[in-house]
Nanobody, 116 residues
């Protein structure tokens, strides 16, 4: 059974940090590129960061470059999103997505709220 489960969201003040985690099971994790997306109320879901299957290549949306870092642990089948210097506009539900060829698996999301 395929499972993609995000955790680590919460309420943080502007300028703070959070580390999101995504645990995967039920598929060959090391074959899959992993992505973090986010969706704010009333907006479309957008790509935040992506990491290749082996972890050697990463890509970031312009609005998080220099603030967020994606990483993965293929032994423990996890992907992480370290988020620093958080802004109110980073408030959204953050989703983890696994991609390989025509297969895609989404998690249920974790809420991140940036507010004072």
């Amino acid at each position: 059974q395929v499972q993609v489960v995000e955790s680590g969201g919460g309420l943080v003040q502007p300028g703070g940090s959070l580390r999101l985690s995504c645990a995967a099971s039920g598929f060959t994790f090391s074959n899959f590129a992993m992505n973090w997306y986010r969706q704010a109320p009333g907006k479309e879901r957008e790509l935040v960061a992506r990491i290749s299957s082996g972890g050697g290549t990463t890509r970031y949306a312009d609005f998080v470059k220099g603030r967020f870092t994606i990483s993965r642990d293929n032994v423990n089948k996890r992907v992480y999103l370290q988020m620093n210097s958080l802004k109110p506009e980073d408030t959204a539900v953050y989703y983890c997505k696994a991609d390989f060829l025509r297969n895609s698996y989404w998690g249920q999301g974790t809420q991140v709220t940036i507010s004072s």
